[in-house]
T-cell receptor
Framework: GESVGLHLPTLSVQEGDNSIINCAYS??????FIWYKQESGKGPQFIID?????DKRQGQRVTVLLNKTVKHLSLQIAATQPGDSAVYFC???????????FGPGTSLSVIP | DAGVTQSPTHLIKTRGQQVTLRCSPK?????VSWYQQALGQGPQFIFQ???????QRGNFPDRFSGHQFPNYSSELNVNALLLGDSALYLC????????????FGPGTRLTVL
């Protein structure tokens, strides 16, 4: 069936560097995308979202880029901090359906 | 303002038993979705409740059922537990059903022996 997938299962970055986490999606009807952060023992936490009528959206230290042509989504974290260490999930949603489809996740480790 | 709360935090059951998990949505939210997250994987959508009715369902057998109460809280019931049902069960709430931000609870860790 349709699914959302990630290119890299793990990512290690030096503190202060920028991080880029990539995601590929396969459902061309998806029109809403979300990035979640999940720390150990906690539920996923909303980071940022983007609708399909946008290519880029910025938040505090985070930017999400959407390339609908190649069905690719990325999360950029500026000046990565130790507190950013977690598993990051991209997720997609189609307006006509209420369910959110999660990708398998990328584990981000920040090296002090 | 309390966020999404779930109970219990941990639960151990044996095969064949039945379990009920509970969720209270964030204040002001009327929609509850349930997810199953196996170890090392992303959450998988089970179903969503709005106005006390199941609106959407993922690829889960009928052993998984739910309910939403007038105060918007929800229960997830799993019958005839299998070893493979061991997972973290997450509840997420939102306001309405159209692409609104979902807030997740901490989850209930279910272990089936």
């Amino acid at each position: 069936g349709e699914s959302v997938g990630l290119h890299l299962p793990t990512l290690s970055v030096q503190e202060g560097d920028n991080s880029i986490i990539n995601c590929a999606y396969s459902n061309s009807a998806s029109d809403y995308f979300i990035w979640y952060k999940q720390e150990s023992g906690k539920g996923p936490q909303f980071i940022i979202d983007i609708r399909s009528n946008m290519d880029k959206r910025q938040g505090q230290r985070v930017t999400v880029l959407l390339n609908k042509t190649v069905k690719h989504l990325s999360l950029q974290i500026a000046a990565t901090q130790p507190g950013d260490s977690a598993v990051y999930f991209c997720a997609e949603r189609e307006t006509s359906y209420d369910k959110v489809i999660f990708g398998p996740g990328t584990s981000l480790s920040v090296i002090p | 303002d309390a966020g999404v709360t779930q109970s219990p935090t941990h639960l151990i059951k044996t095969r064949g038993q039945q379990v009920t998990l509970r969720c209270s949505p964030k204040s002001g939210h009327d929609t509850v979705s349930w997810y199953q997250q196996a170890l090392g994987q992303g959450p998988q959508f089970i179903f969503q409740y709005y106005e006390e009715e199941e609106r959407q369902r993922g690829n889960f057998p009928d052993r998984f059922s739910g309910h939403q109460f007038p105060n918007y809280s929800s229960e997830l019931n799993v019958n005839a537990l299998l070893l493979g049902d061991s997972a973290l069960y997450l509840c997420a709430s939102s306001r309405g059903t159209t692409n609104n931000e979902q807030f997740f609870g901490p989850g209930t860790r279910l272990t089936v022996l």
